[in-house]
């Protein structure tokens, strides 16, 4: 009897090893509140609610195929191991990794008893919009991520559950979204469609308009000529790098004041109308790699502006900067301007109505088809003053402090078509 007595003990005190193992576990770092920086390269969006960590029998259970670290009991790992179906997945996964297999089908078999899964990653897979069953993922009633980016689906894959925060369904071969296609999600914040074969008919019954509380839409690499319509005030950042779009409708983002980022490069553009942009939020502009020959008003609250690769001949700041208020400066730092057809230097009157620039880059002009022209400063950097140099300092300071975790937070922060 002593003996068995001992066993007794050990076991209970290897239970609550394990019980204890569950509650210390921080699942605010898979989901932790938005980062402090406000920069247009590290966009990311958390869920807003946090469930508490369930407690399970012991063992916690493990799919045969996969992997379940002891120090994340919570998540499967089941990518990059040649899988052509769905394992079954246990009750109590929160976080579901298949990507990197040879999956064709999401069948509602391995999702049976499946109630607090919050993301699944299914990129990189083989899977076709008839080959998901219906309804598999919608009643997935607590999932806030999907990832299906780099499969074959052919249309949007919908029904989804109204619990959904972030989509991604870049790489695919998606080519029209119905009108019901994104009813029922009231909760997305950030859109991913980008390599896709979406083009303006695909957008003319509005689909985006219904998503109150969108801020992040990607629509880059897509067969777009005009700009996506209707899209929701909440919006903040939006791609749409490598499409035929020539025009920017006037007043176009007068109904999308809270714009940070704008990527529009390689596009057709031609003509910007002159107050397109006046925007108080607005921080990144790129409009790399177009047909641009005149500038073009610019908000003081923007810090980057790329225009390079356009046939700009002058920069007039006049039209950039109409009027300087030493109450209320413009931000602007940075330009990229080179491989456009300009023979000077950019007058020094912008110094006046851009007092923090520090870098202006020119590199190579284009003359005329064969030939291209060096300014005499291909780069040119402005000194900093004192205060300038304090507050740099101080940021890496700053920056010294953040963790490897911190960094790597950032690097996911805006999406992998914002970098």
């Given at each position: 009897m002593g003996i068995l007595s001992q066993l007794s003990i050990i076991h209970l005190l290897w239970a609550a090893m394990v019980i204890c193992q569950h509650e210390d576990y921080d699942f605010g770092?898979?989901?932790?509140?938005?980062?402090?920086?406000?920069?247009?390269?590290?966009?990311?969006?958390?869920?807003?609610?946090?469930?508490?960590?369930?407690?399970?029998?012991?063992?916690?259970?493990?799919?045969?195929?996969?992997?379940?670290?002891?120090?994340?009991?919570?998540?499967?790992?089941?990518?990059?191991?040649?899988?052509?179906?769905?394992?079954?997945?246990?009750?109590?996964?929160q976080q579901l990794y298949l990507q990197n297999n040879d999956i064709e089908a999401v069948l509602a078999g391995p999702f049976t008893n499946v109630t607090i899964l919050r993301e699944i990653n299914l990129s990189y897979n083989k899977i076709k919009f008839h080959m998901i069953d219906h309804g598999v993922f919608a009643k997935l009633s607590n999932l806030v991520q999907l990832h299906l980016q780099h499969n074959e689906l052919e249309e949007f894959p919908f029904p989804l559950p109204s619990s959904l925060e972030r989509l991604l369904l870049g790489f695919n071969k998606i080519s029209r979204l119905p009108g019901d296609a994104l009813e029922g999600l009231p909760n997305i914040t950030m859109l991913d469609l980008c390599n896709n074969l979406l083009d303006d008919s695909a957008l003319k019954e509005k689909p985006f308009s219904i998503l109150k509380n969108l801020m992040q839409i990607n629509l880059c690499n897509n067969r777009l000529q005009t700009m996506p319509p209707d899209l929701?005030?909440?919006?903040?950042?939006?791609?749409?790098?490598?499409?035929?779009?020539?025009?920017?409708?006037?007043?176009?983002?007068?109904?999308?004041?809270?714009?940070?980022?704008?990527?529009?490069?390689?596009?057709?553009?031609?003509?910007?109308?002159?107050?397109?942009?006046?925007?108080?939020?607005?921080?990144?502009?790129?409009?790399?790699?177009?047909?641009?020959?005149?500038?073009?008003?610019?908000?003081?609250?923007?810090?980057?502006?790329?225009?390079?690769?356009?046939?700009?001949?002058?920069?007039?700041?006049?039209?950039?900067?109409?009027?300087?208020?030493?109450?209320?400066?413009?931000?602007?730092?940075?330009?990229?301007?080179?491989?456009?057809?300009?023979?000077?230097?950019?007058?020094?009157?912008?110094?006046?109505?851009?007092?923090?620039?520090?870098?202006?880059?020119?590199?190579?002009?284009?003359?005329?088809?064969?030939?291209?022209?060096?300014?005499?400063?291909?780069?040119?950097?402005?000194?900093?003053t004192p205060e300038e140099y304090d507050e740099i300092e101080d940021d890496h300071e700053t920056n010294d402090h953040e963790t490897e975790e911190d960094h790597e937070t950032e690097d996911n922060y805006f999406h992998a078509y914002f970098q």
């Open positions: 770092d898979e989901y932790d509140e938005e980062p402090d920086h406000e920069h247009p390269y590290y966009f990311n969006f958390h869920p807003s609610t946090q469930d508490e960590v369930p407690h399970f029998p012991i063992p916690v259970q493990c799919a045969r195929e996969c992997f379940c670290p002891p120090a994340f009991p919570l998540s499967m790992y089941c990518d990059h191991r040649k899988l052509t179906t769905i394992p079954n997945i246990p009750i109590h996964i929701p005030p909440s919006l903040m950042y939006l791609s749409l790098e490598n499409n035929s779009i020539s025009y920017i409708p006037e007043n176009y983002f007068s109904r999308l004041p809270k714009i940070i980022a704008l990527r529009m490069s390689h596009n057709s553009l031609q003509n910007i109308p002159h107050n397109a942009f006046k925007l108080s939020n607005l921080l990144e502009l790129n409009l790399g790699h177009n047909k641009l020959k005149q500038v073009f008003y610019i908000p003081r609250s923007l810090q980057h502006l790329y225009i390079e690769d356009n046939d700009i001949e002058i920069i007039n700041i006049t039209l950039m900067c109409p009027s300087i208020d030493p109450m209320n400066t413009n931000q602007l730092t940075y330009i990229r301007v080179d491989q456009n057809k300009l023979t000077v230097p950019i007058s020094t009157y912008a110094f006046f109505c851009f007092p923090h620039i520090r870098t202006i880059y020119y590199g190579e002009q284009n003359g005329n088809v064969n030939k291209s022209t060096q300014l005499r400063v291909p780069v040119f950097r402005r000194f900093l």
